[in-house]
Nanobody, 125 residues
């Protein structure tokens, strides 16, 4: 079993930055693809970014490309999301997710094995 705990959310003004963290426990996630999803008020959950379990390749939704950076530190069993140039439409609960050996279709949420409880990000205009 893997437990995922997100942190780093909060209230920020438009144009500001936040760094989210997702700490994994229970076992190493070095063989897991790790991703961030978000769910805004009244919206469905959407894919934000993913990092492969091998090679470190990253993938982003078009809406965040160039503003967000996903990274992982396998030694710390932790996933990060650096969010810059935040916009009010980035307001959402952000979730991290893990899928063992997943190497494609990162945007498909129901293919992930573990999810965190989420952290709220609110961007004011």
């Amino acid at each position: 079993q893997v437990q995922l705990v997100e942190s780093g959310g909060g209230l920020v003004q438009a144009g500001g930055s936040l760094r989210l963290s997702c700490a994994a426990s229970g076992r190493s996630v070095s063989t897991y693809a790790m991703s961030w999803f978000r769910q805004g008020p009244g919206k469905e959950r959407e894919f934000v970014a993913a990092v492969r379990w091998t090679g470190g390749l990253t993938y982003y939704a078009d809406s965040v490309k160039g503003r967000f950076t996903i990274s992982r530190d396998n030694a710390k069993n932790t996933l990060y999301l650096q969010m810059n140039s935040l916009k009010p439409e980035d307001t959402a609960v952000y979730y991290c997710a893990a899928a063992r050996y997943k190497s494609s279709d990162y945007e498909i949420g129901n293919e992930y094995d573990y999810w965190g409880q989420g952290t709220q990000v609110t961007v004011s205009s």
